[in-house]
């Protein structure tokens, strides 16, 4: 069987939400409390490179969870993101290849830096979601799902690489200037994360903070982002950018690191060899009040 290249959560109770110039999106819980959704990333290849393979575990396995919502930490679409809103691979990497029942449901999806190298606008314009009502894609949003809030960070303005390296070619239109919209960022996630009270507090984003990858750590995010998420106690930081799933614990924090970003073409042994009581390899999380990891075996 393939691996199950996703992760997967699942939250029980409570309540409560959050000011900040972030915009805000509620969502429900089941009538049980509890909440559950699929994290995917670096997928949209026409149902290439297994992309296709992904989505039909990702059916079963949303069946069984009965999955509310997915997460795409970006890179929604290969190469160079859209080329504008009637671009066809929106259908054909989107809408026509996660047909499964169980999919049918609410979408929450960041940039990554493939995204950028199109027109970086089209993903983020509402037409889309009349195209397809799962979609929705922002730069930075937030879900408050009352014991739970998510908070969606737009990390490809962070990465210097991206501005010196002349190889690169992205739309950077509404970032610039790059100082003033980084330093902004920050503030509303700092602005948002302590007025929040969430029992779990979530970041996701499309680039690694660390990982034992082949793109490995985001300095750019260790010194701008982790201080912010390590003051307000946030329990774990998603991403995708590296082409595997890994779980990496930091040995003088309790935050989180987990990457989803196989859900097509998934690197085998392109690894950095990370301190291994740091690192596991993992198919699922559930949180209700405990963090259990389901290692893979
Ligand atoms: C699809 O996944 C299988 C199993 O992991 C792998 O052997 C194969 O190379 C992958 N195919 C492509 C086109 O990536």
Redesign the pocket.
């Known amino acids: 069987m393939?691996?199950l290249i996703f992760a997967a959560f699942i939250i029980c109770f409570c309540s409560f939400s959050s000011l900040a110039e972030l915009q805000s999106f509620q969502q429900p819980l089941k009538s049980d409390g509890s909440l559950s959704f699929l994290v995917i990333g670096d997928w949209g290849r026409r149902g290439?490179?297994?992309q296709s393979?992904v989505a039909l575990q990702m059916g079963v396995i949303g069946e069984e969870l009965d999955i509310d919502f997915v997460i795409s930490t970006g890179d929604n679409f290969y190469e160079d993101g859209l080329t504008g809103i009637d671009d066809p691979n929106f259908y054909e990497s989107f809408t026509n290849i996660y047909t499964a029942p169980s999919l049918q449901k609410q979408w929450y999806s960041v940039l990554g830096n493939h995204d950028y190298r199109g027109d970086v606008e089209a993903q983020l314009n509402p037409i889309l979601t009349q195209k397809d009502s799962r979609w929705l894609c922002m730069r930075s949003f937030i879900v408050n799902a009352e014991i739970v809030e998510i908070f969606f960070v737009d990390t490809s303005p962070f990465v210097n690489d991206y501005f010196t390296n002349p190889e690169h070619n992205y739309d950077w239109k509404g970032i610039s200037p790059r100082e003033t919209y980084l330093a902004n960022l920050l503030k509303d996630v700092d602005a948002a994360l302590s007025s929040s009270t969430a029992k779990w507090k979530l970041l996701v984003g499309h680039h690694a903070i660390l990982s034992a990858g082949h793109h490995g750590i985001t300095v750019e995010l260790l010194q701008q982002l982790v201080p912010i998420l390590q003051e307000h106690n946030v329990d774990a930081y998603i991403n995708g950018h590296d082409h595997c799933i890994q779980h990496i614990s930091s040995s003088h924090s309790l935050l989180q690191f987990l990457m989803s970003g196989g859900s097509s073409?998934?690197w085998?042994g392109d690894v950095d060899w990370w301190n291994p009581k740091e690192m596991q390899f993992f198919m699922m999380v559930k949180v209700s009040c405990l963090w259990r990891l389901h290692k893979l075996k």
């Open positions: 393939l691996p290439l490179y297994n393979e073409k998934a085998t």
